[in-house]
Each structure stands twice: as structure tokens, then as C-alpha cells.
């Protein structure tokens, strides 16, 4: 069993910052694998970042890459570092995660079994 556990969202203005944070707790497993993903209405859900437990691979999605930076915090925490944030960035934002030393060779919804209840982030013009 694995418990996620977002925080951070909110309003911000374009070209603003914010930090969301994600608390894996009560897992017992050697590793896991997590991801931020975000849903924008009307929308499919999309990766955003991912980043392995055990090496700290990370990998991002084509349109926030060079702005947003996830990382690793201690033991069981992930942070993802949203910068330069654009209107398109507004979505609700989810953790997520998946048992396993490496993450899935694809980054999908279907692949992450534990979900967090969703971060709403704002960008307004």
C-alpha cells in the first residue's frame, strides 16, 4: 500500500513560480517509481515529470522541460519545481506512483497504481 499526499498548488501569474510537494508514505516496498502528471479540463491526463526512487532518473515531457525540475527530498519526498509558468501549465497536477527499481518504459496513466488526490494550478495572463 502506498499513501501520496500533494501540496504546493495555487494561483500564479505567467512567467511566475510554484513548488509542489508530494509525501509517499506507508509503503514497504524496496522502491518505487514516481510521476507528476496534470489534467486540464476537457483533457487527457499527461505526464509532466517522473523520477525513479532508487536512482533518481528523471525524465519530463517535451513542453516543460528546461522550465520545471522534479527532485527527490529524503526518503519520501518529491518536489516538482515549476518555473516560467505559462497559461497552458493550468491543470490539476496528480502524484503518482508505481512499484519497481525502474519506471515504466512508458509514461501512461495505466502504468501508475497509487494516486494522490490532485493539486489545482492556476496561470492566469
Known amino acids: 500500500q502506498v499513501h501520496l499526499e500533494e501540496s504546493g498548488g495555487g494561483s500564479v501569474q505567467v512567467g511566475g513560480s510554484l513548488r509542489l510537494s508530494c509525501v509517499v508514505s506507508?509503503?514497504?516496498?524496496?522502491?518505487?517509481?514516481t510521476s507528476w502528471f496534470r489534467q486540464a479540463p476537457g483533457k487527457e491526463r499527461e505526464e509532466v515529470a517522473t523520477?525513479?526512487?532508487?536512482?533518481?532518473?528523471r525524465s519530463y515531457a517535451d513542453s516543460v522541460k528546461d522550465r520545471f525540475i522534479i527532485s527527490k527530498n529524503g526518503k519520501n519526498t518529491m518536489t516538482l519545481q515549476m518555473n516560467s509558468l505559462k497559461p497552458e501549465d493550468t491543470a490539476i497536477y496528480y502524484c503518482?506512483?508505481?512499484?519497481?527499481?525502474?519506471?515504466?518504459?512508458?509514461?501512461?496513466?495505466?502504468?501508475?497504481?497509487?494516486w494522490g488526490q490532485g493539486t489545482q494550478v492556476t496561470v492566469s495572463s
Open positions: 503518482a506512483a508505481t512499484i519497481g527499481f525502474a519506471c515504466p518504459a512508458v509514461i501512461q496513466p495505466a502504468a501508475f497504481g497509487y
Open positions: 506507508e509503503y514497504t516496498y524496496s522502491t518505487i517509481c
Open positions: 523520477i525513479s526512487f532508487y536512482n533518481e532518473k
